[in-house]
């Protein structure tokens, strides 16, 4: 393949390619007659790899230092506990994200939970306004809506004191 052909197949542009191989994480396995850069399976496999690295967080510089820690471990074992250190590190970062990503989506269902009860209401604008909505589902709000109902929207009058002015009891 060519460094065009291959940066299409796995998404990243041409240049990025050149990138990945002026740090030594891609090495192209020939050049054609013209002085273009050949790959083969084995660049869209280490490719693959980088991508994926990448994606667990681990930069180009974190990489290109791994990459050369393994080419100059002893034997197989040191290398290979080279890549189980960051694979560990990373498992432990990926699922305290899991677990923050899992409490944020809790929030946000609880948030919609609460929000479902206004839907269709004529009443004010915000639950802390409304008796109504104070009485039914209580001012404990969740953390997705109690932010919105802590201050008026930004630029403009509190709901709250203009549907009191207008003689409707908040």
């Not at 240049?15 to 050049?31: C, S």
């Not at 946000?108 to 004010?124: Q, T, V």
């Amino acid at each position: 393949m060519t460094i065009g052909q291959l940066a299409r197949v796995v998404g990243k542009s041409a240049r990025a390619l050149r990138l990945y191989e002026e740090k030594d994480l891609l090495v192209p396995e020939a050049r054609s007659a013209g002085g273009f850069r050949l790959y083969g399976a084995s660049a869209l496999v280490r490719l693959r790899w980088i991508l994926k690295l990448s994606e667990i967080g681990l930069s180009l510089d974190d990489i290109q230092s791994m990459l050369a820690e393994i080419g100059a471990a002893e034997n197989g074992d040191k290398a290979m506990s080279v890549l189980r250190s960051e694979y560990r590190t990373r498992l432990v970062e990926i699922d305290a994200q899991m677990r923050r990503l899992e409490a944020l989506r809790e929030a946000l269902n609880a948030g919609l939970r609460y929000m479902e009860r206004c839907h269709g209401c004529p009443r004010s604008p915000l639950p802390r306004c409304c008796k109504g909505c104070i009485e039914e589902v209580g001012d404990d709000f969740p953390d997705m809506v109690a932010g919105l109902t802590a201050q008026p929207p930004i630029g403009q009058d509190d709901p709250c004191r203009r549907i009191a002015g207008d003689g409707d009891d908040p």
